[in-house]
């Protein structure tokens, strides 16, 4: 995940989604040598404040990040299915997270 100052056009901070809970790296898949499910983002989101990065991974998962130090906050599967797309709520209290699964998670 990347960072980008769009007036200067340069990449300001980046993070590999290729963790786990721990913050330990995980291998490619083997036979297709790419990232795993579990590390593969489908859809991202921007708190209001912009102080917070809620994505939503292939395998179901919601990952939040802190955006001044890009530290993972949170991490929690949440769908059966891949994560469609998630939404913060104008005031950023709240986290909607929409999965293939036909479910709507509220956080």
């Given at each position: ?35 795993l499910?579990?590390?593969?983002g489908?859809?991202i ?29 949170h ?26 699964d ?6």
């Amino acid at each position: 995940m990347k960072i980008w100052d769009t007036a200067s056009h340069k990449q300001i901070k980046s993070i590999s989604l290729n963790i786990d809970r721990t913050g330990k790296t995980l291998p490619h898949d083997p036979a297709w040598k790419d990232l795993l499910p579990p590390v593969q983002g489908r859809a991202i989101d921007v708190s209001p404040k912009g102080d917070l990065i809620a994505v939503g991974m292939r395998d179901g998962t919601l990952r939040v990040f802190q955006t001044s130090t890009m530290k993972m906050l949170h991490m929690q599967k949440c769908g059966v299915e891949w994560i469609e797309d998630l939404k913060f709520s104008p005031d950023g209290k709240h986290l909607a997270v929409g999965a293939h699964d036909n479910k709507l998670y509220v956080y």
